[in-house]
């Protein structure tokens, strides 16, 4: 179980990676924490022939709090923005995510873009990043661009990404006044990758969503209005629509079971939060 | 001698002298140890299939690699050594890598020799291996069907072995019963999955013909025999050792051994000693798991609960082939098939068949879970049927105190107990009526909560000959008894007077150094650390036998009992030197605080030391009858442990422990998640030599008995792809999951052994899984008829019985579908895009090499090799996961301009891949519509590291396809109606309506 | 640009326990790789190398980490510590001894990676409450002990350590 050779290049700044992921091409992969890379490379199911280490560029190692938004670099690492002093004020929804990221172990080399990247539809922090309608900014050589995060997510850890082109950062909507917020998942075990995890905003004026991951191939989410008085039936619809599947872990039955359960507590949950 | 020493360090829990340095990094564990410059690293080349025929193995290009010395492929490996001995009597061979088949994933096929590990993987995956796929069996029943793929040809079919046994009148008293109370079970397959994985360093010296292995293997050393056997050499050229530490084991590391045999030869064909340390894939695919068991069991019950006769039906699944000592978990539980219970008639019919499974070997609680989770839920079943309290039932049939030692119905000699007072105690002192009362609560507020009962007998020290209760009477009587469970231990004293145990237990982390110097120390009056002990092993230098090693709960009975008897012997040897010394009568000394004395007289005494030494020193001066060895060697093997008798009776085990396990376990209402709320379990394993160390034993049997229970199974595939292959897949409970149980104790010494302890190290791998259904059980259905529990009881499986009939959509939803099938898994899906081209261009489009080789993702070259056939060179992957692979291409069913089937195969690195789509064209306004409905499987590497994110995968991957298909077609289109077209496409590929 | 390529080994530079050590490696190479087997290190042990058994656990800049899921390159500059930087001289640390007290271990296989990851949970944190010892032992696989007598001895020496100098 060791990886296949490659080529590292650990770039000093983003024109050193830029270069190196363009003459890579498609067999070139950027690697910043290397929690999800790195058991891929072990395992051989990835085999790039250039990595591009980009944590040493300083300019990715920041977390930016605008007014509205805030920015995170490609490598900030998931600890990091743990322990940033705001967040459970300027991101409710990703400070009560974070701890289910794995285990502290990994989240101490884990970053939020490499989650990003590695689009798993069962990770927390893509969902997150749907839920609050974020965004992801995306360079190549010639070439920055900013996507949506729903458009981002192209299916399971399938991306809009281009060969050539890196993560520079993604930007979360920070918390608006009297909205709620709530996130709550179910795993086989603490740490585990969600069978289900569900992000719910409640907004000021009664409208709320509800976005769910672990079941289709990216985090969907549902828009609901004010009245709720078929939320239920909503709940379930949503929950069939999501195209859920068996595999190990779960049944599709049982991932229906917790959109519709779990997705209704957690939609409880951040009602009351709105102020 | 007068018996006045002070006993004492045995039965207080003294520290662990293993653990300074296991704290510190300086344990030496098989990775650790120094090698021989120029050894060499070893990786294998494994089975992708779970059955499938090998029809070449190309190593060309592997032997070309950068640092390889050798490529050895099976026949390379058969020319050098004989079938690895089966313990049936069938025809079969079992070799330690496939010759001509292979019948499980993670097979050895090939392997490398190389100066590193990174370079030995690089050129293993140089190796092209060709296979003919041919149908899979996992099942243990559907195995036994008549028309079932056969594993072995030349076996004729998959049942290997059956044997039906008969002991009392089971079926009269089943007649004469009023009723007869049978259920269904099915025992899943789980490992114990030590941290640390297998390891062997090997090398061979062609002057002698010798192989020298050290392994980080646990024993049963009859393997020693097994294995110098295949290599064709007498047991003196085979040098097995040991190291001095190991990172856990529970039975597992038993099964290194087809690894000795490959190591030794790779050593010998590369010239060089050589080095392979298991990777955690190879582990999980490859290494051993516990058997999985499908039982019908059935009770002869009185109106009052009590059990008159058993009938046994057992179909045990050893996997791809059977390696000793297996059938070695079916017959392990043979003496005690009644449990903790008093019945007099029982009938067994056993069956071991083979599957394409991972072959199984030894595993903590070997066989006993299985059995235990039968007979325990039968129990309640029982109670549930006759409407009587489980308790009482359990009670009723308890074997009672003044029966022992008791002889059961199938030959086992119980050793010592008192079930009922045990019992008594526990539902005291463990609490149960409180749990009661708390279950009451949380039902009465409409909780899902439940309490189950399980009660054991833990065998230990296993009977050698126990095994071949699988022979016939005729064929035990030809081949000979065998029979005993030899312990060694040696006590020396160096010419310091320093005193050195050395035995051939090889722990794995239980702590037998430490325990045996408490042992040791008392008996000499000396303070523990003065006391060293070996326990690794060297089969050129140490003292051993058959059944040394670190099996069976042997070490605190057998180990530490014939260290007992050495020490013993050395103390009367010590006594009449010093008494000589001392004058005065041997029977008058005493051995307290380092010194040698006489007993009523501290001034006249000489130091341990100086008497100890007296031998070496100056050996004339011994009194008479005292010869000058200060060392003593013990083999002991207890009388009881008789072979088979020809009735099929056996004493399977020495001694009989017993457990008895309560708890109470909630499910939660909005998850269906199920929760440990209070586990109580009391244990009876005879004197308890160290305290701290015997309820480390119960927590950790207990943790792996809750990771069994609630979270890991072996899971394969209809088409043996294994899905488990990873530690995310096959999930081991952590800190979150294990709650710290209430242990409890009743002592009962054991009248066979030295100590008067018997083994404690399995009991809760038994006891826990059913105590844990039958609580599960009472949740779910209080009264009346409990459904079937399948271990590993996951949310998932409860959530249907507690949450009922699902809510139907409003309106049917188009799904992709997967599902298990012989082939693979299959994966079903549709969709249709429109594109502004005519039907007749798309047609030509499909049939052109040059349009495929453009719309077929990753394609390297698309080359038309008939008039409809296409070969292609593809990589294909998702996100990173990218491997590069051959694919042949069919066009059938052609209905030209309207539609045609393509099929694919694709072979690479990462696995197999096969589909199969539909496509049609039709005309639209726009242009035309594609429509497609595909099918396809994927198997091999991918499947058993990825199998969460593989159907997703696939799915990205056709999309690909289609989406090309379209971009293709639509090249001429304007940009807003190639934007229209795509997000078209986009949202069918991703079955999109939010 | 700096690239290492991959037919040949690169110096790598960090501390290890304190001391400045060079090694040697290709860009592939594990750090587990590189400690143990280039460096000698075997204190830190490899038990899954895809980062879920937690065996590999050192400390990197003071954080637990896995070394199965770092590329040894990636260790440059950092100070890395391991189980072998836990003693203090000959003797135990309150940690270790607290460890042996309550029997928190029996392989000692994954013991080392517990070690680094609770020492470092202390570090900042010497009163940790039990949920936080509990959240960062879960990061942590132990066949042997239930895990009951771990976190005991985690309690246990959390109460001495902050009753003195972490090394005392």
Known sequence: ?275 | MKDTVSEKLLGQSALRVEDPALLSGRGRYIDDLPVAAGTLALAFVRSPHGHAAIRSVDTAEAAQATGVVAVITGEDVAARTRSMTVGVKADVECWPMAVDRVRYVGEPVAMIVATDRYLAEDAADLVVVDYAMLDAVVEPVAALAADAPVLHTSLGSNLINERRFRYGDPEAEFDAAPHRIGIDVTYPRSACTPIETYGVIASYEPGEDAYDVTSNFQGPFSIHAVVARSLNVPGNRLRLRTPPDSGGSFGIKQGVFPYMILAAIAARIAGAPVKWIEDRLEHLSASVSATNRQTRIEAAVTADGRITALDWDQIEDCGAHLRAPEPATLYRMHGNMTGAYDIPNMAIRNRVVLTNKTPTGLNRGFGGPQIYFALERLMDTIARHLGLDRLEVIRRNLIPAEAFPYRTASGALYDSGDYVAALDRAVEEGGLAELYARRDKARAAGRRYGIGFACVVEPSVSNMGYITTVLTPEERAKAGPKNGAQATSTISIDPLGSVTVKVASVPQGQGHRTVLAQVVADKFGLPIDTVRVLADVDTMRDAWSIASGNYASRFAPAVAGATEIAAARLRDKLAKVAASQLNIAPDDVIFEAGRIGAAGNSDNSLSFARAAATAHWSPGTLPEGVDQTMRETVYWTPPELEAPTAEDGVNSSLCHGFIFDFCGIEIDPETAEPRIDRYVTMHDCGRILHPAMVDGQVRGGFAQAVGAAFLEEYAYGPDGSFRSGTLADYLLPTVMEVPDPVILHHETLSPFTPLGAKGVGEGNCMSTPVCIANAVADALAPEGDAPEIVLPVTAAKLAPLIFGDEPAPQEPVSETKTEDTAGGRKLTGEGRAVVQASREDVWRMLLDPATLDAIIPGSHGVRKVGETRFEADVTLGVGPVRGRYKADIDLSDLDPPNAVTLSGQAVGALGTGGGQGRITLTDTEDGTEIAYRYEAQIGGKVASVGGRLLDGAAKVVIGEFFRALARHCGGGASSGALARLRSLVDRVIKGGRS | MPRLTKDETHPVRFTLNGRPVSVRAYPRALLTDALRHEIGATGTHVGCEHGVCGACTVQVDGEPARACLMLARQAEGCEIRTVEGLNNKDALSPLQEAFREHFALQCGFCTAGILMSLDALFSPQPDAEEDAIREALSGHLCRCTGYAPIVQAALAARNRIKGGPIDA
């Open chain 1, 1 to 275: 179980m060791k990886p296949a050779p490659f080529d590292l290049v650990a770039a000093n700044d983003m024109s050193e990676a830029l270069e190196a992921l363009h003459q890579g091409g498609t067999e070139a992969r950027v690697i910043a924490g290397g929690q999800s890379l790195v058991p891929m490379l072990n395992m051989r199911l990835a085999s790039p022939t250039t990595l591009v280490d980009i944590t040493r560029i300083p300019e990715l190692s920041r977390i930016e709090a605008n007014t509205d938004r805030i920015n995170i670099g490609a490598a900030v690492r998931q600890s990091t923005l743990e322990r940033w002093p705001d967040l459970a004020d300027r991101l409710p929804l990703v400070h009560a995510a974070l701890p289910w990221v794995a285990h502290t172990q990994l989240r101490n080399r884990g970053t939020i873009c490499g989650s990003v990247a590695h689009a798993d539809p069962s990770a927390e922090l893509p969902l997150c990043l749907i839920a609050l309608g974020g965004t992801v900014t995306l360079r190549r050589r010639r070439k920055t661009r900013e996507v949506a995060a729903r458009d981002f997510f192209q299916g399971m850890m399938s991306t809009d990404l281009a060969p050539g082109e890196m993560i520079v950062s993604v930007s979360f909507p920070a918390r608006k006044s009297s909205t709620g917020y709530a996130f709550r998942e179910v795993a086989r075990r603490h740490g585990d990758f969600a069978i289900v995890a569900c992000a719910a905003t409640a907004r000021p004026d009664g409208t709320a969503t509800l976005t769910v991951g672990g079941v289709a191939d990216t985090p969907r989410t549902l828009e609901l209005p004010a009245d709720r008085a078929d939320l239920d039936d909503r709940l379930n619809e949503f929950a069939w629509h999501l195209q859920a599947r068996d595999d190990l872990h779960a049944t599709a039955r049982y991932r229906r079971d917790l959109v519709r359960k779990l997705g209704r507590e957690t939609l409880k949950e951040a009602l009351p939060c709105r102020d």
